[in-house]
């Protein structure tokens, strides 16, 4: 079984591959469109050169401000997120989502880009 070492939160993976060679993970961000994590992978042919690439990218990441402005509005942001994340909840909860988005929040934020959403307007 190949050897993973753990990082900590948001530091990346770093395992052995089959052939021999190391391979480090680490997240860049989230995209935009779909919110799912982007991950990307560097590789070396020791565990200690991958850590070394890993550590200086992780730097890097860390100068650069966390989350970019989003030009999606809640309206799409709520559609992405039905469409994807409630398919493992029962249909009449889902239906239930899909009133109380269509009802509550697309008339009165829905056109609102997220970048500009804050708590007072919720």
Known sequence: MPR???NANGNGTIRQRADGSWEGRYTLGRDRKTGKQ???SIYGRTQKEVAAKLRQITVELEDRPRYAPVEMTVGEWFKIWYDEYTLN???QTRNLYH????THIKPQLGEIKLSRLSGAMI
């Open 4 to 6: 993973k070492i753990r």
């Open 38 to 40: 982007v991950q990307k």
């Open 89 to 91: 909840v029962k249909p």
């Open 99 to 102: 009133s109380y988005i269509e």
